[in-house]
Structures are given as C-alpha cells and as structure tokens.
C-alpha cells in the first residue's frame, strides 16, 4: 500500500522561502500525476501545483512566479520550491500521488 508523508512546512515572515517535500513508500509509477494542494482555514482545498508524468506542469495563477513543483522520480519524492511568501499562502499543504493522499504540513505565513 503506498504512502505518502509531507515536510517541510513552518513559519516563515512575509517575503520568506520554505521548501515542501513529500516522499511515497510502495510502488510508485513515475507516470502518475503528482500535485501540491492547499487548504486555508474555512475554505476548500484547491490546487496549488501539478506535474503530469510526461512532465507538464501547471499552477493556480495566484502561485505563479513563486513556486515551483519538481520531483525526483528515483527517490519517490515531490517538492513544492515557495518564495516571495505571502499571509494568504497560509494554509495546510498537502501532496498527493495519483489518488494518495499526505496527511498535510502547516505553513504559516505571518510577521
């Protein structure tokens, strides 16, 4: 059965980086989808970013500019690159690797 655990998440000021990553044990197909999502206190979870198994990657436009999917097909592992951090990216992330879902990291974006 595949699991897939989050890190990296914090708090960090306005303006700030933090790095996400999420690594799946089991048997993993590198063509899967693989994405990051978000979930702000009291709203739904949306998409952050994705990245298909051919590569192609796409970001909800709030995000674009300042963070960046990547993966590492041989370590089984996803990473969410956040600059230029903003209060409003406040909110649980959580990766996902085809229809697994992670448990979520908090990240806080706050002075």
């Known amino acids: 059965q595949v699991q897939v655990v989050e890190s990296g998440g914090g708090l960090v000021q306005p303006g700030g980086s933090l790095r996400l990553s999420c690594t799946a044990s089991g048997s993993i197909f590198s063509a899967l989808v693989k994405g990051w999502y978000r979930q702000a206190p009291g709203q739904q979870r949306e998409v952050v970013a994705v990245i298909a198994g051919d590569g192609i990657i796409k970001y909800v436009d709030s995000v674009k500019g300042r963070f960046t999917i990547s993966r590492d097909d041989a370590k089984n592992t996803l990473y969410l690159q956040m600059d230029s951090l903003k209060p409003e990216d406040t909110a649980v992330y959580y990766c996902?690797?085809?229809?697994?879902w992670g448990q979520g990291t908090l990240v806080t974006v706050s002075s």
């Open positions: 996902k690797f085809g229809s697994t």
